[in-house]
């Protein structure tokens, strides 16, 4: 078994990490951490479980400890990291340097060109980008990231619509409350509203999508020349992101031919990984968040309704925000790290 730590175990993200993590055949728990005044209290205390299942036994009286790498115990093989990006800018360096390899959800250095930022059935192979960081920074670690979760709802679907010649993509969003963490959105703000504005979430898709769609050359990963055109929004839908997408293509395919390329996009064999990645769905109203967020596990992307535009192609997408999204996206992240021969 391969033993790990949380980081932030006590937040929205951390509680998806446990909550997955629970009986994994490959992966035991062996340190949660959060803030200085959550250390030293067992986790039931610690966490103010807000997750549709029961908190592990095996977790519920395991002590919390601080977010530092003299706290984790030296035969943890992997980390990951739930912890907010003004935080996780200051330590996950350190616990790189320490020698731990470290998979975030963290937004921090997504865009930096010696972090991977992998989805594991679209670029797995951006994880040889470590020689490059380990050799730039000097680490015995790594620090992989896995992208946003409007992006990784999206980029899945771009990937399979590649072959055709991606030119230029335009992406409205609806995006659960989840997404804005616990207390981010109030009931007086979003109950009978929607809010046009997420605070650099657009900037995350156009920027993201490219470099995860690019090629790594042994040095550096190539961007994707796709242009991105994102318009955010939140909606009042617990979990799942749904998204309106229209793609200019070189090509022409027939809806049938989008189809087959979404059903066709490849998997990974992963503990976490959905077979099929894609799940579509003919009727020009689907996919819905409550009806279809939880399609493989949580971990599969929807596509549906697609049609053919004047410049291209719209269809809609839809992914489980905190699971494919956030802390499933790390996880599968962590699996392949640990297939792969880099812990």
């Known amino acids: 078994m391969t033993r790990v730590a949380v980081l932030g175990a006590t937040g929205a993200v951390g509680q998806r990490f446990i909550q997955l993590l629970s009986g994994h055949p490959e992966f035991e728990i ?13 986790y039931h205390e610690a966490a ?10 095996d977790v519920a009286e395991v002590d919390v400890v601080e977010t530092e790498p003299d706290a984790v115990p030296d035969d943890v093989d992997l980390i990951f990291s739930s912890l907010p990006s003004s ?4 330590v996950e360096s350190d616990f790189c340097e320490a020698g731990y390899v470290v998979s975030s959800n963290s937004s ?3 865009g930096a060109e010696d972090v991977p930022l992998v989805i594991p059935e679209v670029n797995p192979d951006h994880l040889d980008l470590i020689e490059v ?11 992989v990231k896995n992208p946003n979760c409007s992006t990784i709802t999206m980029v899945p679907t771009l990937a399979a619509l590649d072959s055709f010649g991606l030119e230029r993509v335009h992406v409205s969003t609806l995006q659960a409350v989840s997404g804005a963490g616990y207390s981010g959105v109030t009931s007086m703000e979003i109950l009978d509203n929607v809010i046009p504005y997420i605070g650099g979430e657009e900037e995350k898709m156009e920027t993201e999508s490219r470099k995860l769609l690019g090629d790594f050359d042994g040095s550096r990963v190539e961007w994707h020349d796709v242009e991105v055109s994102a318009s955010c929004n939140r909606v009042a839908t617990l979990d799942g992101h749904l998204e309106n997408v229209w793609a200019e293509l070189g090509e022409d395919p027939t809806v049938a031919e989008v189809y087959e390329a ?3 996009a490849a998997t990974q064999d992963l503990h976490t990984a959905p077979d099929p990645l894609i799940e579509t769905f003919d009727e020009p109203d689907r996919p819905q968040p409550r009806l279809d967020r939880f399609l493989g596990d949580g971990m599969a992307v929807a596509a549906g ?6 410049a291209g192609i719209q269809y809609n997408t839809l992914a489980h925000n905190t699971l494919r999204g956030a802390a499933g996206a790390s996880l599968l992240n962590g699996e392949l790290l640990d297939r792969d021969g880099w812990l």
């Open 133 to 143: 960081q380990r050799d730039r920074r000097g680490w015995d670690g790594a620090l």
């Open 108 to 110: 921090n250095e997504r």
């Open 262 to 264: 979404f059903e066709s």
């Open 305 to 310: 309704g697609v049609q053919e535009t004047s």
């Open 30 to 42: 062996a340190a949660l951490t959060a803030s200085e005044s959550s250390a030293g209290k067992p």
């Open 48 to 57: 103010k479980w807000r997750v549709d299942t029961p908190i592990p036994e």
């Open 87 to 90: 935080v996780a800018e200051r």
